[in-house]
């Protein structure tokens, strides 16, 4: 039991550890230096990944702007739980179950991306409001 609670502190203090170094990166390293992390994807193809606009959305969370978030990057609205059931799903021990739903969200992820670049569904993209 000693050993169960071991690693769930690790993993729980890795956890606070990468979120603290992912907000200190949003709030102060960004506005201080005006380094941030480009969208190679972008950079190179001209097209919209999965993931543009995380970094807006990631900021516009922690100034408590959920619309904007919701607006910049929905994907991750819709991601993130389904990665929570995920990982319940693992820890039950749902192996055939938590493999249906990983692929289900990497085609969700995938058609997300595809679908933001077709004009007729341009609102999928970024955007400020």
């Given at each position: 039991?000693?050993?169960?609670?071991?690693?769930?502190?690790?993993?729980?203090?890795?956890?606070l550890f990468a979120l603290g170094?992912?907000?200190?990166?949003?709030?102060?390293?960004?506005?201080?230096?005006?380094?941030?992390?480009?969208?190679?994807?972008?950079?190179?193809?001209?097209?919209?990944?999965?993931?543009?606009?995380?970094?807006?959305?990631?900021?516009?969370?922690?100034?408590?702007?959920?619309?904007?978030?919701?607006?910049?990057?929905?994907?991750?609205?819709?991601?993130?739980?389904?990665?929570?059931?995920?990982?319940?799903?693992?820890?039950?021990?749902?192996?055939?179950?938590?493999?249906?739903?990983?692929?289900?969200?990497?085609?969700?992820?995938?058609?997300?991306?595809?679908?933001?670049?077709?004009?007729?569904?341009?609102?999928?993209?970024?955007?400020?409001?």
């Amino acid at each position: 039991m000693k050993n169960f609670f071991n690693r769930i502190n690790k993993k729980f203090l890795l956890s606070l550890f990468a979120l603290g170094g992912g907000i200190f990166y949003l709030k102060v390293f960004i506005p201080v230096t005006g380094i941030h992390i480009p969208c190679l994807f972008r950079y190179v193809t001209g097209l919209y990944c999965p993931g543009c606009g995380m970094t807006r959305a990631s900021l516009s969370i922690l100034d408590g702007d959920i619309y904007q978030s919701f607006r910049s990057n929905m994907l991750i609205f819709i991601i993130l739980p389904l990665l929570a059931i995920f990982y319940l799903l693992e820890h039950r021990g749902k192996i055939k179950a938590s493999r249906i739903l990983i692929g289900f969200m990497v085609a969700l992820t995938v058609i997300f991306g595809v679908l933001r670049n077709i004009e007729f569904f341009n609102w999928l993209a970024p955007m400020q409001v």
